[in-house]
């Protein structure tokens, strides 16, 4: 009897902890029903998709250094990418503003360092920065934003 005992007392065991992965699982799926750790993007884009900040925004411009602030718009990609190896940050240069971009880790915005983009993200609340979800090479050098 005492065997029947234990082997019950172990099948309660393993089911106690498949509930509680189970409810750890369902709680990582998002209300939207998204499950975000089976997403391919990294921690800083799953972030900025899911702002609550109001509705993607669209500018077009370069991407150069907060040091330079668009002052040599020809720099050119390595330079601009030792500036940031030396601590600077970069920036969208769009009609002639500097917006800040908060997200710096943002898988290809190093890659577009001295190219005219369109850029896709969020306007922080102070309007101060951007968030970026979205980078694409543009065929002219004019920059805007809608």
């Known amino acids: 009897m005492s065997i029947r005992i234990k082997y019950a007392s172990n099948a309660v065991s393993v089911m106690a902890v498949l509930a509680v992965f189970s409810g750890l699982a369902l709680n990582a799926i998002r209300s939207d029903g998204q499950m975000p750790f089976l997403s391919s993007q990294s921690p800083s884009q799953r972030d900025a998709s899911q702002q609550a900040q109001g509705k993607q925004e669209t500018w077009t411009g370069e991407i150069t250094t907060a040091m330079c602030k668009g002052t040599r718009s020809s720099m050119g990609h390595d ?33 577009h360092a001295g190219h005219h ?30």
Do not use: W
């Not at 920036?91 to 908060?102: A, Q, W, Y």
């Not at 609340?125 to 004019?142: C, L, Q």
């Open 79 to 111: 330079c601009i990418l030792n500036c940031v190896k030396a601590g600077e940050k970069l920036v969208l240069l769009t009609k002639g503003r500097v917006e800040d971009i908060s997200n710096q880790d943002f898988s290809d915005l190093k890659e």
């Open 117 to 146: 983009v369109k850029l896709t993200g969020y306007l922080a609340p102070d309007g101060k920065s951007i968030t970026v979800t979205r980078i694409e090479m543009t065929n002219t050098a004019s920059s805007s934003h809608p």
